[in-house]
């Protein structure tokens, strides 16, 4: 039997901070990413066993919750592990912890299995369940939100989908989405702020030379800190193609 969980640590590194020291959110999103597709190799599917099968994950969902950043030289554990695999949908779920042990970031996430040559769903393999081997344990109770929700923008601003954006499915790397997100926050926020929860559902593909728009607006009627309403969108076709919510907390003296 496989060993359930896999672990993998980082350091971080100067290239991966912000002005606090500390690693930013697409640090720890790369942090997350590349302890899955090490976990997929070392289960003996990784990116070159699944490109051979024309198959790929795509990623349908983020939840994130943070305690704390880690900051510029910590070294940090990544447990990574497969709650749940059915039909084409897979549930994984993450910790990422301190050097002593502590829990500091939880996230979970929903993939789907891609044939990509037909930009499809397909059904996962029986036999994949084996190899990764499955612990349904959830790293949250509370099931994902819809994020079903309309709002009237406050802030926009416009990106061009470029090459360095394409991921080896070839289509735009999901990171890339939570960057045009953050990248709409107010400056005032992010300089008296910091996001404790990222919840982000990708609902089309985007291709290259696209134009699409990222807009937020904050909920006023919010007590429990700062929450924004994010939406990415397709300028030219209309289209949604991620919508998210991020909480803020005051920064403490």
């Not at 996001?195 to 937020?216: F, H, P, W």
Request: a negative charge; one cysteine or more; proline letters at 3%.
């Amino acid at each position: 039997m496989p060993k359930k969980r896999f672990s993998k640590k980082f350091e971080v590194h100067y290239y991966e901070i912000n002005t606090l020291q500390e690693a930013t959110l697409l640090s720890l999103l790369n942090y997350l990413e590349d302890s899955a597709i090490s976990h997929s190799a070392f289960a003996g599917y990784g990116v070159n066993e699944l490109m051979a099968a024309d198959s790929g994950w795509v990623l349908n969902r983020w939840s994130l919750k943070i305690d704390r950043f880690p900051k510029l030289g910590e070294e940090i554990t990544v447990e990574t592990w497969p709650s749940s695999f059915e039909r084409f949908y897979g549930n994984r779920e993450f910790a990422i912890l301190d050097s002593s042990g502590k829990t500091i970031v939880k996230a979970a996430s929903i993939w789907i299995y891609f044939n990509i040559k037909k930009r499809r769903p397909m059904r996962i393999p029986a036999e994949m369940g084996d190899a990764y081997g499955i612990e349904e344990t959830r790293a949250f109770e509370q099931p994902f939100t819809d994020l079903d929700f309309d709002f009237e923008s406050e802030y926009t601003e416009e990106f061009s989908i470029k090459r360095s954006d394409i991921d080896t499915n070839n289509h735009v790397n999901n990171k890339k989405y939570v960057e045009w997100i953050m990248e709409t926050v107010p400056q005032e926020i992010y300089d008296n702020y910091k996001v404790t929860s990222v919840q982000i559902i990708y609902r089309k593909e985007a291709s290259l030379g696209t134009i699409i728009k990222s807009d937020c607006a904050i909920d006023r009627d919010y007590t429990q800190g700062l929450r924004i309403f994010h939406r990415i969108w397709d300028r030219d076709t209309g289209l949604e193609l991620a919508s998210a919510e991020t909480i803020w907390q005051k920064i403490l003296p």
